[in-house]
């Protein structure tokens, strides 16, 4: 082969101003790389996937296998490797679910990319709607996996506010402020001035820990006991103090701190 042709040759390699490509392209260079040399092989991975779930429906797959499936129409037979690569990078599926297109953009091609932050969007708004429809103290399960959805994957460290009826239910979801990563103001008079404004009759205060410290720290409960004690001068009512860590979700009160 002439000197031309290799050089040619390595410019498609390399694609546009000699640099690699960006999204999945990326992985060829990592641990996923083989996988992504053989499209033959994921494409009948994919299949099997899809015909387990016909057979036993989507609860017989893992997170992998379900996120590969769903990202398939955006990326081909190379969903099952985006998958994994996903997962390794953010943690775990819901991490990978709550991430900003960003973030997202540094694992994913820009179609995955946007279907991912579709189907957040889409799980975000479905829960909010049953925190709008029922009382959220009853709906534990639904509460926590909202809070995740909406802060999980969040780099910052962000305090917010779920501000109540009379009956419980959801008036509104507010971000109150947002920090550096281990840290975020709580002003006291600064939320119940907004309860006030929306007729709240109470809230729920949520936090996120990015650095993935699950204790809350002394200061944090001297806050919101101060929360609790003003809000009760007002009638407002301050169920709790919920923290985002590291995937879990930990209540103070359950905790017996409130």
């Not at 708004?125 to 009853?138: M, Q, T, Y």
């Not at 109150?176 to 006291?188: E, F, I, K, N």
Request: glycine share 8%; charged share 25%.
């Amino acid at each position: 082969m002439g000197r031309g042709a290799g050089q040619q040759d390595g410019r498609r390699r390399k694609g546009s101003g000699g640099r690699p490509r960006r999204g999945v392209g990326n992985l060829k260079e990592g641990a996923m790389g083989a996988a992504y040399r053989n499209p033959l092989r994921e494409g009948e991975a994919l299949a099997d996937i899809r015909r387990r779930a016909q057979a036993a429906g989507p609860e017989a797959l893992d997170a992998r296998e379900c996120l590969a499936l769903a990202l398939r129409r955006a990326t081909g037979v190379q969903a099952g490797p985006l998958a994994a690569a996903l997962l390794q990078r953010f943690g775990s599926l819901p991490e990978a679910l709550g991430a900003p297109p960003s973030r997202l953009a540094e694992v994913a091609p820009a179609p995955a990319a946007l279907e991912i932050a579709v189907w957040r969007e889409l799980f975000r708004k479905s829960h909010e709607a049953e925190l709008r429809a029922r009382p959220v103290l009853s709906s534990g399960a639904v509460l926590q996996d909202y809070v995740r959805a909406v802060l999980a994957a969040e780099t910052r460290q962000q305090c917010r506010a779920l501000f109540l009826d009379a009956r419980n239910r959801l008036v509104r979801d507010e971000r109150l402020t947002c920090g550096s990563v281990d840290h975020a103001p709580v002003y006291p008079r600064e939320i119940l001035r907004r309860a006030l404004e929306l007729d709240a009759a109470a809230l729920i205060l949520v936090q996120n820990r990015p650095a993935g410290q699950v204790e809350p720290t002394s200061e944090m409960v001297a806050d919101t006991r101060s929360l609790v004690d003003a809000g009760a001068v007002l009638r407002i009512a301050v169920h709790d103090h919920l923290l985002v860590a590291d995937g879990r979700v930990v209540s103070l009160r359950a905790r017996g701190l409130l």
